[in-house]
């Protein structure tokens, strides 16, 4: 056997006597013809046998272990065999399964296709290139009706899920704008062509929300697709190409809507983790997220169904605006965002250098709205940003937003400015509601919320402040016992007293007039009868504000006063083009509003943060992207 002397003579002498405890002088060895003769030096014998053994090709016998040749060593040895032997085995099985692993996978390319594993489907799927081609009529997932079964349709998706059934079969989740989605099924044909196996495995490895091009057959499902859109339908895929393969990173929930959260990483991994360590629960490759990560991550946050179908619903918001504003003489014009003074006065003002002098980014259109009444329009509007220096880091506020203005020349009384843009927002309400059903029913799947109250036609509600402020203390909140009238609102306060007024009249919508003089702006006309209040109102959507307006101060001399009375110098850079407008000529009695475009859609649709309505949200601590 291997590791012993099996053929030839083998001689051994040594120049000491029997059982002498001194090291031999020499020794003589000899192994199939080879004799070496050593004098050796302790622990040499071991090292020349092994030489010996090397010269003729033959394996030398472990080393003898400590104590072996008595009873302990032959424990020893069959301990070491059997270790030996127990590792032979542990290599010979991973070699098997090797093995297997190989024939699997030819096998697996074989069955694809033709001789030799060819691939016959190769020309069906992969990334596009100059040469694909596809030629079956262009379609999109709204418009697949009866007509189209049987039929070959091209259309381009993104792949919003997928799941393999086994290595023949794969179904996925194809998604336009919004949530329309419809089921694709990609199945191996027996002959490897239009579908091999090839084919299917790299359909069920593409990364979600990868964007591909598509054939298919459209046909009738077994049972309608309860998770897709289109559900009465399915397509039966024969092509697909990817047209931009995603990162790893998809659509995901928020789970967090604090921008600034210092902990939304951490919170995302413990809520990945909780729903990893649940035995019997899918694990959904798209994990939670915060806000801050949908925000860092725009080409993710927009794909989501629900951010297209709140884009879609703002967009409604503007054109109903401008629809009922035109339909009533209103011209629109474009102010700059660019001025030299602070409109609204206060702090809250970016300021910048603008060459040789200092600028101001707009708070408000105040001052070009009224040049328009100045200037002889009657009634004007625009659309456009706002910017706000408030330092204000929560859910309702924003340092940039979109303002809905008005302004307009008053006949009689300043309710008519009043009256002018609650119809203008009931006008936008209603058309929400028919217009964009399906938006909002996509928004409420993932932000439930009751739907939008409106007063009955003729039972607006309209209170003054000092109403308001009376109802809060008489069946308000204990803390509100004492609130007053010269003071402005505080949110929790806007909050309370809306819950009380839809309570109390079953309108989500109201408007609260003759605001504090000290609550308003220099502009603000004070009210002729009581000079601690103002010509001035706002409105609410559930408790929260959404518009500021009221009457202006259109004679020279009481806006000269009443910009001293609010410490402001009627001479100062910015100010005194202002009111040189008034000094100059004569203006008629005008009013106005300015609405938050992102506070309407927000609060209508009741979402958690204003943030979720805008493009591009901008904070004091978010300026990217």
Known sequence: MIGQLSSGPTTFSAGCSEGSSSLPRHRNFQVRGVTRTVTPKSGQITRVIESIYKQVNLSPRPRPEAGEGGEGGEKQSKKGAKKAEAKAKKEAEKARRAAERQAAEAAAKASGGGAGGEDLAKDNYGDVTPQTKVDAERTSLRSIGAEHVGKAVKLRAWIQNSRMQGAKMCFVELREERNWAIQGVIAASAEGKPVSKQMVKWIGGIALESYVLVEATVQKPLEPVKSCKVSDFELHITKLYALGMSLAVSNRPINSFDDEDPNAPEAEKAVDEVKAGVEGVA????????????????????????????????????????????????????????????????????????????????????????????????????????????????????????????????????????????????????????????????????????????????????????????????????????????????????????????????????????????????????????????????????????????????????????????????????????????????????????????RVVAWFLSLPSVHLASYYPRTPKRLVP
């Open 283 to 598: 694990i959904d490759t798209t994990p939670s997220a915060s806000m801050s990560t949908h925000l860092n991550n725009p080409v993710m946050h927009k794909r989501a169904p629900v951010q297209q179908a709140i884009a879609d619903i703002r967009m409604a918001t503007r054109k109903l605006f401008a629809e009922y504003l035109d339909a009533q003489g209103f011209v629109q014009f474009e102010p700059p965002c660019l001025i030299g003074a602070a409109s609204e006065g206060g702090a809250n003002v970016f300021q910048l250098p603008y060459f040789e002098k200092s600028a101001c980014l707009a708070q408000s259109p105040q001052f070009y709205k009224q040049f328009e009444i100045a200037g002889g329009r009657k009634r004007v509007y625009c659309i456009g940003p706002v910017f706000r220096a408030e330092n204000s880091n929560t859910p309702r506020h924003m340092t940039e937003f979109t303002g809905l203005d008005l302004e307009m020349e008053i006949e009689d009384d300043y309710h008519e400015v009043q009256d002018m843009l609650e119809k203008v927002l009931l006008h936008i309400f209603r058309g929400l509601k028919e217009r964009c059903a399906d938006a909002i029913d996509t928004v409420r799947a993932v932000y439930p919320s009751d739907d939008f109250l409106l007063p009955e036609p003729g039972k607006e509600v309209r209170l003054t402040f000092a109403e308001g402020q009376k109802l809060l203390r008489e069946e308000g909140p204990e803390e509100y016992r004492n609130v007053s009238d010269d003071e402005d609102m505080s949110t929790p306060q806007e909050k309370a007293l809306g819950a009380l007024i839809r309570k109390k009249f079953n309108t989500d919508f109201y408007v609260l007039d003759k605001f504090p003089e000290g609550a308003r702006p220099f502009y603000a006309l004070e009210d002729p009868e009581n000079p601690k209040v103002t010509n001035a109102y706002d409105f609410f959507m559930r408790g929260q504000e959404i518009l500021s307006g009221g009457q202006r101060i259109h004679i020279p001399s009481v806006l000269e006063a009443r910009l001293r009375k609010k410490g402001i110098d009627p001479n100062s850079q910015g100010i005194k083009e202002y009111v040189d407008v008034f000094r100059s000529a004569g203006v008629p009695p005008h009013g106005g509003g300015g609405i938050g475009l992102d």
